[in-house]
């Protein structure tokens, strides 16, 4: 009797500690599961919201400036009554902008142009023509500050038309390394400042919202320019300036071009990039 109470005593003891061990354990799995649910996960758009990165706003400055490098390289052949140039030219021109809107851009180009020319020239000597060839290295740098107006965009923005007008001074530093210049237009030339104004078509495309690839087409392009001409006299060391001005139509020469007479002009299209930030 008495080892009957005692199995019956046995039994209840044991189911009481394991009920009393499950209780544990349900907490436990509670508590587990509370922290669990205070850990941000992506189950959900609140949690997908959490965790993503936030999308970081650009400065406004960042926005609107932009920097890029034009780089082009011109084919020139001239023939005038007593003489014939042909050569060539390359030009580096950095520049950095502001965008007023999507349609209106100001900035500044800075740059240098490096030119190799040979020229022959035609000198009447005693009434006899006196043919020279000159061989001139040039060197130059220009500043130039210019606004954009974006006139249409084609192909979902990609591609845009603008019209540019610019205005530019710059130095010319020649050196004439073969042939005599004496009678010829370099006879004494020390350098030339270069001064104008232009308006000429743009045409961009835009890559991605970082990089946009231009073309300009300057041989379309109408305006003024002015070069003086410093000189100083090889015999008596006088100092003296030359003064010469010109209207810009290069649409003419685009039907020289087109015809295969490539007097005068320079002829070519300048090419660069423009990065946002």
């Not at 020229?119 to 740098?141: E, Q």
């Not at 249409?152 to 007008?165: H, M, P, Q, S």
């Not at 205005?167 to 009678?183: N, S």
Request: charged content about 20%; aromatic content about 14%.
């Amino acid at each position: 009797m008495i080892r009957k109470y005692l199995l019956i005593a046995i039994a209840v003891f044991i189911t009481t500690s394991l009920m009393a061990q499950e209780n544990h354990i349900a907490e436990g799995l509670a508590s587990v599961a509370a922290i669990a649910g205070e850990t941000k996960t992506a189950d959900s758009p609140q949690d997908s919201a959490t965790v993503a990165a936030p999308n970081i706003q650009l400065p406004k400055w960042k926005q609107k400036l932009y920097f890029g490098y034009n780089f082009d390289i011109y084919y020139h052949n001239d023939s005038r009554s007593n003489r014939t140039e042909n050569g060539w030219s390359i030009s580096l021109t950095p520049e950095v902008g502001w965008k007023i809107n999507e349609k209106v851009y100001i900035g500044m180009r800075f740059g240098g142009t490096y030119s190799n020319t040979t020229t022959n020239y035609s000198i009447s000597v005693l009434d006899t023509s006196v043919y020279t060839n000159l061989r001139i290295h040039n060197g130059s740098w220009e500043i130039t500050p210019y606004a954009r107006y974006r006139l249409k965009t084609l192909f979902n923005d990609k591609v845009g038309i603008w019209l540019e007008a610019h205005l530019y001074t710059g130095m010319e530093f020649p050196r004439v390394t073969d042939g005599d210049i004496k009678g010829t237009d370099y006879d004494g030339l020390r350098h030339s400042i270069t001064y104008g104004a232009q308006v000429s078509p743009v045409i961009t495309y835009r890559f991605n919202r970082k990089s946009t690839f231009q073309v300009f087409f300057s041989i379309l392009s109408f305006g003024y320019s002015g070069t003086t001409f410093c000189y100083k006299d090889p015999d008596t060391g006088q100092r003296y300036n030359e003064y010469t001005n010109d209207v810009i139509i290069f649409s003419g020469k685009l039907r020289n071009l087109l015809a295969n007479q490539f007097t005068p002009g320079l002829y070519g299209l300048k090419f660069g990039v423009q990065k946002n930030f």
